[in-house]
């Protein structure tokens, strides 16, 4: 019953006090993410990992990829918990190190890369943050891309970045949305189909693009269309639409505001009473806004978006299976990676925490 695993839950938060703290993503259920102690948008979740040093246990309620991050940052003591394994996504799995390091290799033999560098999406593996780090590259999330990329390759027209050109890895929405946003010209972003030799690009589009994104992306958010927002301004004339960066560009094209979980949060909370929000993310979140701002409206933009799976499968049975393991003195669902992986995905971690 419900009520008996919440207080399996409660018992065991009480029993392990400072030594345990549960990180909860913004996309969690509202029966997982109430147990949280601190929630937030991947970038906050990684700063608070690593501000932590107290916690002997980090449970993390959120996806594989923020788990092994909350290793990374961590110190060797500490150990992080995902409470279903299962909990990937989807996004990280169409960033393979080897398909990175592959595409990497074939980048060199048309351009120096040298002036190339690399920036992971912090959906994406320790590995590809390690390869990341190992080639002077950085980490970014969707609260920090805009600095990152500044930081990388410097606005158009503006102060030089660190390099001529990124390869933006695993999200090309995120990437081709912040580079458009920076003011950098469609023609200056390619597309790179690691499926493809050289990504499918010819050597003069790689000679002259500022910006190569990769061929991958988020399976919620790139169902939402601009027929989408269409049918909301249609049904909502005085609307707001804000939708995450993960959307395609012709998505964000017709929004009014785009952002982080963090920021999509912010500006509902913000909006006058009465306001009418149609948002582009994941439902959970946007079914917890709609119930906290009773005196606003709050819709997705999708009536028939799904969750996303992953996130969904962390539930209160798994939560209290982890959380009585630890009461019994048994670590189960550790997430660890390799000291040398962990070691270099740390200096594109922490390049990022600084950068941002
Ligand atoms: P943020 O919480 O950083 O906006 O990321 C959204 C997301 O898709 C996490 O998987
Ligand atoms: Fe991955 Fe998308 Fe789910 Fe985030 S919402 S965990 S990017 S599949």
């Known amino acids: 019953a419900p009520e008996e695993l919440d207080a399996r839950i409660e018992s065991a938060k009480a029993a392990l006090g400072r030594r345990l703290v549960i990180l909860g993503h913004h996309y969690q259920r509202d029966e997982v993410i109430k147990f949280a102690d601190a929630r937030g948008d991947s970038l906050r ?5 690593a501000e932590q040093d107290e916690a002997a246990y980090v449970v993390f309620c959120g996806v594989h990829f923020m788990a092994e991050s909350a290793d990374v940052l961590t110190a060797p003591h500490q150990q992080v918990i995902l409470p279903d394994l299962n909990a990937g996504c989807s996004m990280a799995d169409m960033a393979d190190a080897e398909d990175v390091e592959t595409a990497w290799e074939e980048l060199a033999e048309v351009i120096d890369t040298e002036a190339l560098v690399p920036i992971t999406y912090i959906n994406s593996s320790a590995a590809v943050k ?7 590259g950085v980490v970014c999330t969707s609260s920090n891309a805009r600095a990152v990329l500044t930081w990388a390759l410097g606005e158009p ?9 990124v390869l933006f890895v ?3 929405h995120l990437g081709r949305n912040t580079a458009l946003a920076m003011g950098y010209r469609p023609d200056e972003i390619a597309l790179y189909d690691p499926r493809r030799p050289l990504g499918g690009l010819d050597e003069r589009t790689v000679k002259e693009a500022r910006v190569l994104v990769w061929k991958g992306h988020c399976s919620v958010h790139q169902r939402f269309t601009p027929a989408h927002v269409a049918a909301f301004r249609e049904a909502h004339p005085e609307g707001i639409v804000v939708v995450h ?3 395609a560009h012709e998505v964000v094209a017709v929004a009014d505001l785009v952002g982080s979980t963090d920021f999509i949060i912010k ?10 929000l149609g948002v582009g993310t994941e439902i959970h979140l946007v079914h917890r ?13 999708d009536p028939l978006v799904c969750p996303c799976s992953t996130m969904f499968r962390i539930d209160p049975p798994h939560l209290a299976w982890v959380l009585d393991g630890l009461v019994a003195g048994e670590v189960r669902n550790r997430i660890t990676v390799d000291d ?17």
């Open 45 to 49: 979740l990684a700063r608070f990992a």
């Open 130 to 136: 390690a390869f990341v780090g190992r080639h002077d």
């Open 157 to 165: 027209g503006g102060a030089a970045g660190r390099g001529e050109k």
């Open 170 to 172: 695993p999200d090309q």
């Open 245 to 247: 960066p993960e959307c």
């Open 267 to 276: 500006t509902v909370a913000e909006a006058p009473a009465g306001a009418v």
């Open 289 to 301: 806004l709609a119930t906290e701002h009773p005196e606003k409206t709050v819709v997705s933009l």
């Open 340 to 356: 040398e992986t962990a070691r270099w995905a740390r200096v594109a971690l922490e390049r990022m925490l600084t950068i941002s």
